[in-house]
């Protein structure tokens, strides 16, 4: 059985090691760090020491999924803009070796889940790369919707230009499908 609990920074040693190559490590960190390969001592720095480089604390909710035989999946959770009403995921990434058994939309089902009866979020939003089609999918099974940005992101990585893909959810459109899946 999945379940999510707040992150703790002993869980980045297991994290990192999920990142075996650059390409993987870009499109979990959106080229948040500078460099590859990070530490775990690099993602606390990043998570609980960010000298104002990233969100505020009491706006930044690092999440890890576990089951039965221990961690499978993070991902962090942030307020846009200040509003209590948008929360942002980002961050995600599975365990290399649970990808494909459908860890990854059974977390971001528990996180969406989280974000509307817990946090008191009206709309749940997520960035994808457009050339991670499995996070893509994944994303879409657990029932995000393509969105059009106000502006086209694109970040530099491994030497070429990746575009993001927005998603997002409403909390109308989650009751609804939750009531449709026997939630």
Same mark, same amino acid.
């Given at each position: 059985m999945l379940y999510l609990r707040p992150y703790k920074k002993e869980d980045a040693k297991v994290i990192v090691s999920w990142c075996k190559d650059e390409t993987t490590f870009r499109r979990?960190?959106?080229?948040?760090?500078?460099? =590859? $390969?990070? /530490?775990?001592? !690099?993602? +606390?720095?990043?998570?609980?020491?960010?000298?104002?480089?990233?969100?505020?604390?009491?706006?930044? =909710? $690092?999440? /890890?999924?576990? !089951?039965? +035989?221990?961690?499978?999946?993070?991902?962090?959770?942030?307020?846009?803009?200040?509003?209590?009403?948008?929360?942002?995921i980002g961050f995600v990434i599975v365990d290399d070796t649970k990808r494909g058994y459908g860890y990854g939309r059974k977390m971001i089902a528990l996180a969406i889940e989280y974000a509307f009866r817990i946090a008191g979020a009206e709309l749940v939003t997520i960035g994808v790369f457009a050339n991670n089609k499995p996070a893509y999918n994944c994303y879409k099974a657990a029932g995000f919707r393509d969105v059009q940005p106000k502006q086209q992101e694109v970040y530099e990585a491994a030497g070429e230009e990746w575009s993001v893909l927005e998603l997002a959810i409403e909390r109308d459109d989650y009751f609804l499908l939750s009531q449709g899946e026997g939630r």
């Open positions: 979990w960190t959106f080229n948040r760090y500078d460099r =590859y $390969p990070i /530490t775990e001592a !690099d993602m +606390n720095r990043k998570y609980f020491d960010c000298n104002g480089d990233c969100a505020e604390a009491d706006n930044f =909710y $690092p999440m /890890t999924a576990c !089951d039965e +035989n221990g961690i499978v999946g993070h991902f962090i959770m942030r307020y846009v803009d200040g509003s209590p009403h948008i929360l942002r």
